[in-house]
T-cell receptor, first 112, second 112 residues
Framework: AQSVSQHNHHVILSEAASLELGCNYS??????LFWYVQYPGQHLQLLLKYFSGDPLVKGIKGFEAEFIKSKFSFNLRKPSVQWSDTAEYFCAVGGSNYKLTFGKGTLLTVNP | EAQVTQNPRYLITVTGKKLTVTCSQNMNHEYMSWYRQDPGLGLRQIYY???????DKGDVPEGYKVSRKEKRNFPLILESPSPNQTSLYFC???????????FGQGTRLTVV
């Protein structure tokens, strides 16, 4: 069975600080990896995705993530966060079984 | 415009009164699924469908039913809702197993 673990439940940063949110997954085959963002009161929106190729993927709004196969990790990064990045962030893993499994989410609060 | 449309967006109902939450997509995606989102638990898959007349249980199917009689619609049925089904529900679609999920706007259900 596949699973996703997000290390941080709540992260609080000041504007301009750097961000790294941890995500580790468990799956025995080829994986597809995703990060989603959910702004307050809204639905989930895709930030970035990894299918194959370059393990460093860039997404929208200046976010990027690095797939490290040996560590089963797909951490999300942003060099300088803004107040508008305040949201909940979800890591997800997809396998060959059509199943998309989400982590429990990390709430990011950015203080102005 | 590509859309996943859920109705209603908000619903308050009483224990035991059957209800249906509709989900419709205009993207011709084969794969559709339902998730519930609860604080601290992330998104958990209720049911999914790989095509018309093909559905299967996700991680938390108890108390729910679905049907997929046509490609664009995937309603979620609660035959006898209970308070523990109070949650935020999302419908999602995918082109296939290697693509991202597109989410509806969500349905906030309260069962009293």
């Amino acid at each position: 069975a596949q699973s996703v673990s997000q290390h941080n439940h709540h992260v609080i940063l000041s504007e301009a600080a750097s961000l790294e949110l941890g995500c580790n997954y468990s799956y025995g085959g080829t994986v597809n990896l995703f990060w989603y963002v959910q702004y307050p009161g809204q639905h989930l929106q895709l930030l970035l995705k990894y299918f194959s190729g370059d393990p460093l993927v860039k997404g929208i709004k200046g976010f990027e993530a690095e797939f490290i196969k040996s560590k089963f990790s797909f951490n999300l990064r942003k060099p300088s966060v803004q107040w508008s990045d305040t949201a909940e962030y979800f890591c997800a893993v997809g396998g060959s079984n059509y199943k998309l499994t989400f982590g429990k989410g990390t709430l990011l609060t950015v203080n102005p | 415009e590509a859309q996943v449309t859920q109705n209603p967006r908000y619903l308050i109902t009483v224990t035991g009164k059957k209800l249906t939450v509709t989900c419709s997509q205009n993207m011709n995606h084969e794969y559709m699924s339902w998730y519930r989102q609860d604080p601290g638990l992330g998104l958990r898959q209720i049911y999914y469908s790989m095509n018309v007349e093909v559905t299967d249980k996700g991680d938390v199917p108890e108390g729910y039913k679905v049907s997929r009689k046509e490609k664009r619609n995937f309603p979620l049925i609660l035959e006898s809702p209970s308070p523990n089904q109070t949650s935020l529900y999302f419908c999602a679609t995918r082109i296939n197993l290697v693509t991202e999920a597109f989410f509806g706007q969500g349905t906030r259900l309260t069962v009293v």
